[in-house]
């Protein structure tokens, strides 16, 4: 088979991926879930004032740090008295909406707290710490979607794991020369958000595509969509706990004491 035709199969597969998830989930809920959130990320970086960017950080984080806690604390324990064929049901249901709305949301969180440390001048040296982030989550969180589909052998994954890994290296071998550190509290949120941001796209992501695509198998799997499905709800827990983390973060930049203390 030529590259050629290779992309061009890599390129249906992923565009009948992605529009088999919209139209289960709701073409119009996938459409609004993504482009609202980016809508209204893209106007903060570009026209917004500090206060509307510090507001759309905010609360990106509220929906991203509550629902994640929802499903840590009541999705998971439900779903774990469900027999396979009932709880397998469920995330049929409930994967294809969650698989737009949460990766939107993280990315709109995440970005626009980096851009505005940036912003407010709490992160020195932008350019080296954005590839020192890059670095670390990019290639790292290819690095565990190729383990979750063991696609080591496989060039659709090979191709950008290697440009990822030697463009980011190549950025911090040109900025690593200006680096700055920051106060602990910047360090501590950067170290968190990595620990998200593979979570979150090197673990959860992949795996509601791992149960739409078995959802869609000629003989589904209830036993696997249903220990994937309870998987990704503990580490939404997980999620939601270091998101509280980063929240007391975020309470001492703005007050320099931590809060309860």
């Not at 324990?77 to 994967?95: C, H, K, N, W």
């Amino acid at each position: 088979m030529s590259t050629t035709t290779t992309s061009t199969t890599t390129a249906t597969s992923v565009r009948g991926t992605v529009g088999g998830m919209a139209r289960a989930a709701n073409p119009a809920f996938a459409v609004a879930v993504v482009f609202l959130p980016l809508a209204v990320f893209g106007y903060v970086q570009t026209a917004g004032t500090t206060t509307q960017h510090t507001f759309v950080h905010v609360m990106a984080g509220v929906l991203w740090t509550g629902i994640d806690i929802f499903m840590g604390l009541v999705v998971g324990p439900v779903i774990g008295g469900l027999d396979e064929e009932s709880a397998s049901e469920f995330f049929r249901r409930f994967t294809p909406k969650s698989a737009f709305l949460l990766p939107t949301i993280a990315v709109v969180a995440i970005f626009s707290g980096i851009t505005l440390a940036i912003r407010t001048e709490l992160l020195p040296s932008p350019d080296a710490w954005l590839a020192l982030f890059t670095l670390v989550n990019l290639p790292g969180a290819l690095l565990l979607i190729g383990w979750q589909f063991d696609a080591w052998r496989d060039p659709r994954w090979v191709a950008p794991f290697a440009v990822s890994l030697l463009g980011s290296a190549a950025w911090v071998a040109v900025t690593v020369g200006g680096l700055r550190i920051p106060g602990p509290a910047i360090l501590a949120a950067l170290v968190i958000v990595t620990v998200l941001n593979l979570e979150g796209f090197g673990l959860i992501l992949p795996g509601e595509i791992r149960v739409y695509r078995e959802m869609n198998a000629a003989e589904p799997d209830a036993g696997l969509i249903q220990r994937i499905g309870q998987r990704n709800a503990k580490l939404a827990g997980v999620q939601g706990t270091f998101q509280f983390l980063i929240v007391v973060v975020m309470v001492y930049l703005r007050y320099g004491e931590f809060p309860f203390l």
